[in-house]
């Protein structure tokens, strides 16, 4: 499906289907803007890990409103052992930016449509072989 044309439920809501649910572990320390945590539990090298990251608004005289934006980040790790006995790993990482004055309503809104973007049939040769088409 090409990309121009596609569409995309714009503010709607999202409910996975399939799969199953499975605990998140943390791993190592944490703080006040960072947690690591990994899907499941097995040998550290195998494990999923992601990382949630936030950071607060500063001061920014040359900002719209007088700060810059609040950041919510998830970086997404995948081993992955390839059939040359090497390994690599496969990662996603999801970077959200809102002024403070954005509602909760139109964080939500944001949210639907980003997740949309990334499971919808429409644009999986994009996320697949980075077709552009």
């Given at each position: 499906?090409?990309?121009t044309g596609a569409s995309v439920n714009d503010g709607g809501s999202y409910s996975p289907t399939g799969g199953s649910g499975v605990a998140l572990s943390q791993i190592g320390g944490s703080t006040a803007t960072q947690k690591?945590?990994?899907i499941g539990t097995g040998v550290y090298a195998d494990l999923r890990t992601v990382d949630f990251k936030i950071s607060t608004p500063k001061v920014a005289n040359a900002a719209p409103n007088g700060?810059?934006?609040k950041r919510c980040e998830?970086?997404?790790r995948s081993p992955l052992a390839l059939d040359n006995g090497a390994s690599t790993v496969n990662t996603v990482r999801m970077v959200l930016s809102v002024d403070v004055e954005t509602t909760d309503?139109?964080?939500?809104a944001l949210v639907h449509t980003a997740t949309d973007l990334l499971q919808r049939a429409d644009f999986a040769?994009?996320?697949k072989y980075q077709s552009l088409a």
């Amino acid at each position: 499906m090409a990309i121009t044309g596609a569409s995309v439920n714009d503010g709607g809501s999202y409910s996975p289907t399939g799969g199953s649910g499975v605990a998140l572990s943390q791993i190592g320390g944490s703080t006040a803007t960072q947690k690591a945590v990994s899907i499941g539990t097995g040998v550290y090298a195998d494990l999923r890990t992601v990382d949630f990251k936030i950071s607060t608004p500063k001061v920014a005289n040359a900002a719209p409103n007088g700060y810059t934006q609040k950041r919510c980040e998830i970086f997404l790790r995948s081993p992955l052992a390839l059939d040359n006995g090497a390994s690599t790993v496969n990662t996603v990482r999801m970077v959200l930016s809102v002024d403070v004055e954005t509602t909760d309503a139109e964080v939500s809104a944001l949210v639907h449509t980003a997740t949309d973007l990334l499971q919808r049939a429409d644009f999986a040769d994009f996320w697949k072989y980075q077709s552009l088409a």
